[in-house]
T-cell receptor, first 114, second 115 residues
């Protein structure tokens, strides 16, 4: 069975500071990995995804994530936080076969302090 | 623009009522999903469907049923709503495994309160 662990349910950063949101996964088969963002009272939208091509994946709004197989990690980073980045972020994993059932982490709420 | 539309953004129901949550997608996706979102628990899969009239239980199917009579529409049914079903419900869709990567497209969510 696959699973996702997000370290830190709440993260606060100052505007302009580095954003680092941590995600570790477990999967019995080569995974697809995703980061989604959710703004208040909205559904989730895709930030970026890893599908076994480049290990460093660039997404929307200046975010990127690096797939590290040896560490089973897929941490999300952004060099400089903006106020508009305040939202909840979810890491997710799907297996590469079957119905591609997607398993989500419990989410990390990012607060950006002016 | 791709779209997943959930019929109601906010609902208030009474204990014991039957509740229907409707979801329609216009992307010709094979797979459709219902998730429940609660603070601190993330998203938990209730049911999913990979074809018309097909359904599979997710991680928390108890107290719910689903219907998929047409490819674009996936309904979640609470036969007898209870207060512990107060939650945000999210519908999503994706391409079938042979084409897609599992990337999900989400609706805006339906916030259900059961009194």
């Amino acid at each position: 069975a696959q699973s996702v662990t997000q370290l830190g349910s709440h993260v606060s950063v100052s505007e302009g500071a580095l954003v680092l949101l941590r995600c570790n996964y477990s999967s019995s088969v080569p995974p697809y990995l995703f980061w989604y963002v959710q703004y208040p009272n909205q559904g989730l939208q895709l930030l970026l995804k890893y599908t076994s091509a480049a290990t460093l994946v660039k997404g929307i709004n200046g975010f990127e994530a690096e797939f590290k197989k040896s560490e089973t990690s897929f941490h999300l980073t952004k060099p400089s936080a903006h106020m508009s980045d305040a939202a909840e972020y979810f890491c997710a994993v799907s297996d590469s076969g079957g119905y591609q059932k997607v398993t989500f982490g419990t989410g990390t709420k990012l607060q950006v302090i002016p | 623009d791709v779209k997943v539309t959930q019929s109601s953004r906010y609902l208030v129901k009474r204990t014991g009522e039957k509740v229907f949550l409707e979801c329609v997608q216009d992307m010709d996706h094979e797979n459709m999903f219902w998730y429940r979102q609660d603070p601190g628990l993330g998203l938990r899969l209730i049911y999913f469907s990979y074809d018309v009239k097909m359904k599979e239980k997710g991680d928390i199917p108890e107290g719910y049923s689903v219907s998929r009579e047409k490819k674009e529409r996936f309904s979640l049914i609470l036969e007898s709503a209870s207060t512990n079903q107060t939650s945000m419900y999210l519908c999503a869709s994706s391409f079938w495994a042979g084409v897609g990567t599992g990337e999900l497209f989400f609706g805006e969510g339906s916030r259900l309160t059961v009194l």
